[in-house]
């Protein structure tokens, strides 16, 4: 069976691109018939088929829209790629924004008045299959009261000859006589119209099912074959010889023994049994193997289609790919779908929600929006998100964009967050004040109350800010670890020296410059890392706080603006030097970095000189706490064996030692 088979209105099986009845007279536009519509605005003109009936009714249609429609009644495959597009395009939903919350509450109330999201499935179906009519009912000046499916069969645009829009016609009468009160004429106000896969000037589209119309027919027509000869090969026809050659004498059957034996098929069925002389020969039609014949046909016409629908194979079951093919077909389903979203965004803009808000007074525009991304997508945004939030270097501004992001991403109540947030900044705000002004830096034991007489119980093992539940076990029941003088007779002044001989050997490598090329870009020179050296010596010897550090660094050291490298070249945007973090800011993160670094690096080295083997992990509690220190907090590590700390800039993690009582 072919398209010709298929009962559409017009069946003419060679040409897709029907002609009219001769009685349409069709006006050809050219140059010599510009004079009579005149439009200042362009200087082109277009060419047009003009349909007249007698009266003008628009231009004519590029094929019989007939024809297209049936193919998505009656071809089952043309119907599932028709109805994927459908289901992409709106089926992740849609929603609209403005500046103007009055101008978004009217658009939203007229969508439900009206059944918006119903309507526009049936209007994009009719624009993938034929051109998409849609007719906007009330008068200019007035909202749009309703919104109603055109049937496009019926439809005619009719332009000037520079193209501009004049109106639409609609005519349900027979062409074989003109029926002059059956044209409806609308004004462009009242249509929108959506024509995709529109070539040139044309005023109507192609759509998605005409230019796949000719590859159908070859399928449609392969398939009718095909089963013609499956059905004439499972009735198994027989071939039966009768007469032959005996002894060089040959015996002819007479014509009645012929037409008995005609007459005996007619009534053979499956438990017939067959008893013959021997110059009767029975054998059945040999088709050979038909699906062989057809596969590679077919399967060219199958993959033809793909090609032009321009749908995945995996989407209609029709390819066993592996994933990442499966991955970038989808991809490239989805750039068109979006393609597609952008044309219907843009009629529904300015065809429908400007003549709504112009109506009601309102000079604002309003945003019409495709649905949300599936929970795939957003879940790879948040993850890729989460990873860039990781970066040492990310500015606090940024990193709140990102947290924005990943709160509208995960569809939380973004009123909720910024609540929350105030709330959470407010506590860092007094956090950060109490930390900076007390003494630095806070190191194992450095609280710890002298041995006495009396027992363990007036010993500390570490300070009160670590609440995890091993260090709770030390502190309440002292049965399972030794305290800090039966670990080494603690003596803080002991461990200061420890932390100075980690700071003498210390290059600094991380904040120090290699080459002049560094030292350039402000990372510190030999004489900046000795002055910075000293400082932190004197930090912990006397005692400073953080706050104090910093400000003995931003006086001392003179630190310069940290440029952006690659490699051996300074990154420079229209000619300017490319600044990662200014100067003047600098100095807080260093020094809390390796204070962290020294002063842990000297707790270890003090750890293993009293025969310490084992390390606790201690992050300091806090709404600052980062998922990564706060998930190492109260592990037990080898003392030769452990993450590295700091885990980043600005850690504020430590170790204290471990040992178990023989």
């Known amino acids: 069976m072919g398209i010709k088979d298929m009962n559409f209105k017009k069946q003419e099986p060679v040409s897709f691109i029907q002609e009219y009845s001769p009685q349409i007279v069709t006006e050809v536009i050219t140059a010599k018939t510009a004079d009579k519509v005149t439009n200042p605005q362009f200087k082109g003109e277009v060419k047009q088929n003009i349909v007249k009936f007698p009266d003008v009714l628009g231009e004519e249609h590029p094929f019989d829209f007939a024809i297209t429609e049936g193919l998505y009644k009656k071809f089952g495959f043309g119907t599932a790629v028709v109805d994927k597009y459908v289901d992409y395009i709106v089926g992740p939903g849609f929603w609209v924004s403005s500046e103007k919350d009055e101008a978004?509450?009217?658009?939203?109330?007229?969508?439900?008045?009206?059944?918006?999201?119903?309507?526009?499935?049936?209007?994009?179906?009719?624009?993938?299959?034929?051109?998409?009519?849609?007719?906007?009912?009330?008068?200019?000046?007035?909202?749009?009261?309703?919104?109603?499916?055109?049937?496009s069969k019926y439809m005619y645009v009719e332009r000037d000859n520079k193209g501009t829009v004049k109106g639409f016609n609609q005519y349900r009468g027979g062409f074989q006589k003109f029926a002059k009160e059956k044209v409806i004429p609308f004004k462009p106000h009242q249509i929108a119209h959506i024509s995709f896969n529109k070539i040139g000037d044309m005023s109507y589209g192609m759509g998605i099912m005409y230019p796949a119309a000719n590859t159908i027919n070859n399928l449609l027509q392969n398939e009718t074959d095909m089963h013609m000869l499956m059905h004439r090969k499972a009735n198994s026809p027989y071939h039966i010889k009768l007469g032959g050659v005996v002894g060089g004498k040959y015996y002819k059957p007479k014509a009645s023994d012929v037409t008995k034996m005609g007459k005996d098929l007619e009534w053979l069925n499956n438990k017939h049994e067959w008893v013959t002389d021997g110059l009767t020969e029975i054998k059945v039609v040999d088709f050979g193997n038909i699906g062989e014949k057809f596969n590679e046909v077919l399967k060219y016409d199958s993959d033809m289609l793909i090609y032009t629908f321009q749908v995945p194979a995996v989407l209609m079951g029709m390819a066993n790919i592996n994933e990442g093919i499966a991955k970038v077909q989808m991809d490239a389903f989805q750039r068109r779908i979006t393609s597609f979203q952008a044309e219907i965004e843009k009629v529904i803009e300015q065809k429908i929600f400007q003549r709504i808000l112009v109506s009601n007074g309102m000079d604002v525009h309003v945003e019409f929006n495709w649905g949300r991304p599936s929970s795939a997508e957003r879940y790879e945004r948040v993850t890729k998100l989460t990873e860039v939030l990781k970066t040492p270097l990310l500015s606090q501004t940024l990193a709140g964009l990102l947290e924005a992001d990943i709160v509208k991403s995960l569809e939380l109540d973004e009123d909720v967050y910024e609540q929350l947030k105030l709330e959470e900044d407010k506590k860092k705000e007094v956090e950060r004040k109490r930390e900076e002004a007390r003494t630095q830096p806070l190191v194992p034991g450095q609280n710890a109350k002298p041995p006495t007489k009396?027992?363990?119980?007036?010993?500390?093992?570490?300070?009160?800010?670590?609440?995890?539940?091993?260090?709770?076990?030390?502190?309440?029941?002292?049965?399972?670890?030794?305290?800090?003088?039966?670990?080494?007779?603690?003596?803080?002044?002991?461990?200061?020296?420890?932390?100075?001989?980690?700071?003498?050997?210390?290059?600094?490598?991380?904040?120090?410059?290699?080459?002049?090329?560094?030292?350039?870009?402000?990372?510190?020179?030999?004489?900046?890392?000795?002055?910075?050296?000293?400082?932190?010596?004197?930090?912990?010897?006397?005692?400073?706080?953080?706050?104090?550090?910093v400000k003995a660094v931003n006086k001392k050291v003179g630190l310069k603006d940290l440029l952006k490298m690659e490699g051996d070249k300074i990154m420079q945007k229209d000619g300017v030097n490319i600044v990662v973090r200014h100067g003047d800011k600098r100095a807080v993160g260093i020094v809390r970095t390796e204070v962290t670094r020294t002063a842990n690096a000297g707790a270890i080295k003090h750890f293993k000189e009293g025969g310490i083997s084992k390390i606790r992990w201690v992050?300091?509690?806090?709404?600052?706490?980062?998922?990564?220190?706060?998930?190492?907090?109260?592990?037990?590590?080898?003392?030769?064996?452990?993450?590295?700390?700091?885990?980043?800039?600005?850690?504020?993690?430590?170790?204290?030692?471990?040992?178990?009582?023989?």
Not at 105 to 129: N, S, Y
Not at 458 to 466: A, H, K, M, R
Not at 473 to 491: A, I, P
Request: aromatic share 8%; net charge negative; glycine share 8%.
């Open 104 to 151: 978004t509450t009217l658009i939203k109330q007229w969508m439900q008045d009206v059944d918006f999201d119903t309507v526009l499935r049936g209007w994009i179906k009719e624009a993938l299959v034929k051109n998409g009519f849609l007719e906007l009912g009330g008068k200019p000046d007035e909202s749009i009261k309703g919104v109603k499916v055109l049937d």
């Open 454 to 549: 009396q027992g363990r119980e007036n010993y500390e093992l570490l300070e009160d800010s670590c609440s995890c539940s091993h260090c709770k076990e030390v502190k309440e029941s002292g049965d399972n670890y030794n305290d800090v003088n039966e670990w080494l007779g603690f003596d803080y002044q002991e461990y200061i020296k420890q932390i100075e001989s980690v700071i003498k050997a210390e290059t600094f490598s991380q904040i120090a410059a290699s080459s002049k090329l560094e030292e350039a870009a402000g990372m510190l020179s030999q004489s900046q890392v000795s002055t910075f050296k000293g400082i932190l010596e004197n930090g912990f010897k006397k005692g400073h706080s953080i706050d104090q550090m």
């Open 619 to 662: 992050a300091s509690a806090g709404a600052r706490t980062c998922v990564e220190c706060e998930s190492l907090n109260g592990l037990i590590f080898d003392i030769d064996s452990h993450p590295a700390i700091p885990v980043h800039v600005s850690c504020r993690c430590t170790v204290v030692p471990v040992t178990e009582l023989s």
